[in-house]
């Protein structure tokens, strides 16, 4: 299976000590947006599938939303043997006689794969409404009965009195 980065938000910045968190609820979130906004087409739903992609970078590892896709069965849109795929021989040679236009090829994988991956690829994930979105789904993860004084117990400066 080959693949096509579709991206992330960048609410999640490696280096973070937070990061993993984090990461987790955007690419969650992300995904599930994807999914809804931009459904895989039915007849690709056998081929393609939208997922989380780890991938290595030098302050460590980070995350993006990837297309996973069967380039093999989507094939190229081009067949040397045949200009007009799908229009019988016929139908196109009735056509020259006749002076008729001939008629438009059916789409093939290849072009609703690309005509539909277009649009995903083109979708801004970056929006302060979707990153504002994830932080929103980030912070209800946080665990919230704790009390703050112990929630926050290493943020408190510890000053040893010396003894006189």
Partial sequence: ??????????????GDPDYYAKNQVEMLYLL??????????????TLCRFAAKAFPHDFGTYHEIVLHFDDE?????YDEDDAFPNISREIIQNCIDN???IPQSP???HDIFWDWFQNVECFDMETEEI???I???????????IPIAIRAEHLLIVQVKKAS
Avoid: R
Wanted: net charge negative.
């Fill in 1 to 14: 299976m080959d693949y096509l980065n579709v991206g992330s938000n960048g609410f999640a910045q490696v």
């Fill in 32 to 45: 599930q947006m994807i999914g809804n906004k931009f459904p895989i087409p039915e007849e690709l739903k």
């Fill in 73 to 77: 069965a989507i094939g190229d849109g």
């Fill in 99 to 101: 002076d008729l236009t």
């Fill in 107 to 109: 789409m093939t994988l």
């Fill in 131 to 133: 990153t504002e979105a």
């Fill in 135 to 145: 932080k929103a789904k980030y912070c209800d993860t946080l665990e919230t009965s």
